[in-house]
Nanobody, 118 residues
Framework: VQLQASGGGLVQTGGSLRLSCATS????????MGWFRQAPGKGREFVAA????GRRIVYADSVKGRFTMSRDNGGLQMNNLKPEDTAVYYC????????????????WGQGTLVTVSS
């Protein structure tokens, strides 16, 4: 399974970006998809995820109310961006995951950089 995250860029505080994740997964609907991010000098952290059947979408507390993940294609709409959202964002998929748990995902994209200026 190959993944390609895109849509990152430079935006001012309060701005918006939409991240996309193209996947070669043959039956995407079976795969849960997660977004994670890694800020400079920090470990990778969970952002949002949707279950394979689309019934569950979960968010990190830090992005709840500002980020929205699509059930249809796993895209991540990011609104009201803050400087602390600056990070490389990664999409990941797997057939069975606990959604928030990074090691549960076997397939990862290469990441897209989001920079939020103050």
């Amino acid at each position: 399974v190959q993944l390609q995250a895109s849509g990152g860029g430079l935006v001012q505080t309060g701005g918006s970006l939409r991240l996309s994740c193209a996947t070669s997964a043959p039956t995407f609907s079976r795969y849960a998809m997660g977004w994670f991010r890694q800020a400079p000098g920090k470990g990778r952290e969970f952002v949002a995820a949707v279950s394979g059947d689309g019934r569950r979408i979960v968010y990190a507390d830090s992005v709840k109310g500002r980020f929205t993940m699509s059930r249809d294609n796993g895209g991540l709409q990011m609104n009201n961006l803050k400087p602390e959202d600056t990070a490389v964002y990664y999409c990941a998929v797997d057939e069975r995951t606990r959604l928030r748990v990074e090691p549960d995902y076997a397939y990862w994209g290469q990441g897209t950089l989001v920079t939020v200026s103050s």
